[in-house]
């Protein structure tokens, strides 16, 4: 009898959670298993490449999944500031609810794997890219030069990705707020620019 595809999403998303908190070395394929509730069989026959293919997809899955929100908040708040404080306001509301045991959701396998396993370099770039394209998009939509749109954007994640390793190292959410205040005046000087 062939695995159903419940079985597959169940197994990237508990792998994501479980890369996110224990890192990629750190989680076996049978904690995968145990926390997916997948039987075995179904782990290889949708990831035929291992914990290495499924290390892929989560970086694929939370990139996307990361994006989708980041697209949302836009809507409801358009001025790159405000998207930036609903953004933080959301990442630190969910640290501090893991007790601060979570973070980004593609960061720790991007450290761990990236240098030596290009699709998952490939994927995490592409999910970088599109967050802060959410941010370009939004900042060129209010004047802001494109090149320089293009790098406080990739100042702004980089700022709050670097914020989420600091509030979980020190179990405190104002390495959030901090990147975001000063990221609040880049993003003013950017948009006063002609």
Do not use: N
């Not at 890369?19 to 179904?42: C, D, K, M, N, W």
Request: hydrophobic content about 45%; overall charge neutral.
């Amino acid at each position: 009898m062939a695995a159903t595809p419940k079985h597959r999403d169940a197994l990237v998303a508990s792998a994501t959670l479980l890369f996110r908190r224990h890192g990629y070395s750190g989680t076996g394929v049978q904690e995968i298993l145990q926390h997916s509730g997948a039987p075995r069989g179904s782990l290889y026959h949708y990831f035929p490449g291992g914990k290495e293919q499924i290390a892929v997809e989560t970086v694929r899955f939370a990139g996307e999944q990361v994006h989708r929100t980041l697209l949302e908040l836009a809507q409801e708040h358009p001025h790159p500031k405000d998207l930036l404080r609903a953004y933080a306001r959301l990442l630190g509301d969910w640290i501090e609810a893991s007790g601060f045991r979570d973070g980004c959701p593609i960061t720790t396998t991007l450290l761990e794997l990236a240098a030596d396993v290009p699709p998952v370099a490939e994927c995490g770039s592409a999910a970088l890219s599109a967050w802060a394209g959410v941010f370009d998009a939004r900042l060129t939509s209010l004047g802001c030069e494109a090149t320089r749109a293009k790098r406080v954007a990739q100042l702004t994640i980089a700022a709050i990705e670097g914020a989420l390793i600091q509030a979980r190292v020190t179990r405190s959410r104002q390495p959030i707020d901090d990147a975001v205040a000063e990221l609040g005046l880049v993003i003013d000087a950017a948009l006063r620019q002609p």
